[in-house]
């Protein structure tokens, strides 16, 4: 049984981490606080909703939840670079924004449900599993997908966008000398990071056969925690990519949820134990660097 | 390059590989265990997991209904059978957590207090075949747990809530004889809130009113909400069970006190601390206990597919004579019997 809820830590740990990928791209790379996350995260699982319903094939669902958390992000983007917003207010007001498109995506409802129909989870690759395996395919699936999103992201940080993103984020004077606008970068970078979450809200949904418009609370600072933690606790496993310390940090935090619940504490505290354990996780990255973790 | 792809796929597949075998093996030692828990303590092998969505006053009286119809069964935690419970804290991500941690646990049934945990709990648990007990779902066909409420057929059964507008509306006219129009204030994205404003609108004439509704998104707007209901000139406010607008019900209690207006609660709770006059209120102990029961029933062998669907519609009146002064309202004669939350 024990082992079983370790299934299940990688199995949401996996999910999250298809978002905490593309919080990396925006919060790690491009030095983005996004905001927009906690909107885009419940566009994925709206959009999954409406189209299953409609008879879309779950895989296609997939990539269309990836697109419209896309379009959400680059609107960030421009709001940000175009408009001249702050980074903070335009994520915010993407989120905002988007709980409206949820509810329109939804029909009005805050809860979409769609028992029983074909999921990623149960038609597919998922029916044609082994018998052996299929007690296991939630996590087969998620497994697979977020290999599929790690490869991906890691093959275009190698092409010459994928360049010049990492290297806005450092420097975005040097995207200028290049020849490039640095703004274009981000709205890209936002795009990515956004379709990546919209993705993990798409997954989550087929999951759980239901969409939730509520579900978005808190995900900015869970697929920070996820980073933070994932950066943190392999930052000295220099073959390690960023990519792979997110996916661990995802499943790491998950694992921490987990034992606290099994260890029995209310779930009152959980927030609490989080904002702890991220703190301790910052904490102990400054102590690592030379220059002490002074602020002030 | 093509080195550290390498490790990285080795590494990520032996974790894939580690954790299926560990489920394999997760599998033989269920299979072996309640020889060995059965030693232990022998009467505790029944294991029931209880989630409740929220912290929420009326879900929390559905709780404490449960342990108590789970008593009446003969269900007793630590005594008979162990049950853990689990504010979901309104979070999705706990919520989900909660619900899939009981069904690799292999609890033999699972008790969901509101829609959200019941929807997230049927979904976790459907293909395990542990039974779902819902309570508080007011509309569970709409919802998607069951077929139809005398025949689910699918695994979950439950209690449902439905408020009792009939009695609502005699209690409206009973205290308040000239009024001509019902403002309702309510959330555009909870179901249950639309679902029973329609109920309500097609209610209404027979009572000879008027419903005049007002729907807001979020808790931010129902300040403005409730003063553009007040504009439109309503008599008097009926609460529905929407969570959001009950939350925030101070914000529209200050707002209709001081414009004169009386407001009827959905619930008791509203009337004894939150400054409703009155109302026809439904009693979730009373529902938990009928869940309860259910579950106690299921955990002995009947078969959640055929268990019909308990709809609870009694209702208590209750008032409170301290709020009624202030609108001058005094109490009919035929509620005399209706208990004053004052006291």
């Keep these: ?296 | 390059m093509k080195n550290t792809k390498k490790i990285i796929a080795a590494v990520l597949a032996t974790v894939l590989a580690l954790s299926l075998a560990a489920c394999s093996k997760a599998q033989t030692e269920t299979a072996a265990s309640p020889s060995a828990s059965a030693e232990a303590s022998p009467a505790a092998d029944v294991k029931i997991g209880i989630l409740q969505y929220a912290t929420h006053a009326s879900l929390f009286d559905c709780y404490t209904g449960i342990i108590e119809g789970l008593k009446n069964e003969g269900y007793i935690d630590g005594d008979t059978c162990t049950i853990e419970y689990v504010d979901g804290q309104g979070e999705a991500e706990t919520n989900s957590l909660a619900a899939s941690n009981f069904v690799t646990k292999g609890y033999d049934v699972i008790i969901a207090i509101a829609t959200p945990a019941a929807t997230t709990s049927y979904a976790a648990a459907k293909d395990a075949g542990i039974p779902v007990v819902f309570s508080a779902c007011s509309d569970p066909v709409a919802a998607g747990l069951v077929e139809s409420l005398e025949a689910p057929n699918t695994g979950a059964t439950g209690t449902s809530d439905s408020l009792n507008f009939d009695a609502q509306l005699k209690m409206i006219r009973a205290f308040m004889p000239e009024a001509k129009k019902i403002g309702v204030l309510y959330t555009t994205s909870e179901a249950n809130s639309v679902s029973q404003l329609k109920n309500l609108t097609e209610l209404a004439p027979t009572y000879g009113f008027e419903i005049v509704s007002v729907g807001v998104t979020d808790a931010s707007e129902v300040a403005a909400g409730a003063a553009s209901l007040l504009a439109k000139g309503v008599d008097c406010i009926n609460n529905l069970t929407d969570n959001n607008v009950v939350n925030n019900l101070s914000v529209v209690t200050n707002a209709a006190d001081a414009a004169g207006v009386p407001i009827f609660g959905s619930e008791k709770e509203q009337v004894a601390q939150y400054g409703c006059v009155a109302s026809e209120s439904l009693d979730y102990v009373a529902l938990g206990v009928t869940t309860g029961e259910m579950a106690g029933k299921i955990l002995k062998g009947a078969d959640a597919k055929t268990l019909p669907v308990a709809v609870v519609t009694d209702a208590t009146p209750v008032y409170s004579l301290k709020n009624m002064e202030k609108f001058g309202l005094t109490l009919p004669a035929d509620y005399s019997s209706a208990t004053n939350m004052d006291e």
């Design chain 1, 1 to 296: 049984m024990a082992l079983g809820l370790i299934e299940t830590v990688f199995r949401e740990g996996l999910i999250y981490a298809l978002m905490a990928m593309g919080v990396l791209i925006t919060y790690k790379i491009l030095d983005f606080p996004d905001l927009s996350v906690d909107g885009t995260f419940p566009l994925g699982a709206c959009v999954a909703a409406a189209l299953i319903t409609l008879g879309v094939n779950p895989w296609l669902v997939c990539i269309a939840a990836f697109l419209a958390g896309a379009c959400m992000g680059s609107i960030t983007g421009l709001l940000h670079v175009k408009l001249g917003i702050t980074d903070l207010l335009s994520g915010i007001l993407v989120m905002t924004a988007s709980w409206s498109v949820n509810l329109i995506i939804t029909g009005g409802t805050a809860i979409f449900q769609f028992f029983n129909l074909p999921t990623i989870f149960n038609s597919g690759i998922a029916s044609a599993l082994p018998e052996a395996l299929y007690a296991h395919r939630q996590l087969i699936i998620v497994f697979i997908l977020a290999v599929i999103v790690k490869l991906a992201l890691d093959g275009f940080l190698k092409t010459k966008s994928g360049l010049l993103l990492r290297a806005g984020g450092d420097n975005s004077r040097f995207v200028t000398s290049l020849g490039h606008h640095p703004g274009h970068v981000k709205i890209l970078g936002l795009a990515i990071g956004n379709g990546c979450t919209a993705l993990a809200g798409c997954v989550l949904a087929q999951l759980n056969e239901n969409a939730d418009v509520n579900a978005g609370k808190g995900m900015v600072v869970m697929a920070l925690a996820a980073v933070i933690i994932g950066t943190g606790a392999f930052r000295r496993l220099s073959f390690l990519k960023l990519t792979t310390m997110a996916v661990f940090g995802a499943i790491l935090y998950k694992a921490c949820l987990q034992a606290a619940l099994l260890l029995g504490l209310p779930s009152t505290y959980l927030k609490l134990l989080m904002a702890v354990l991220l703190t301790v996780s910052i904490v102990s990255q400054k102590i690592g660097r030379k220059g002490g973790a002074a602020n002030a």
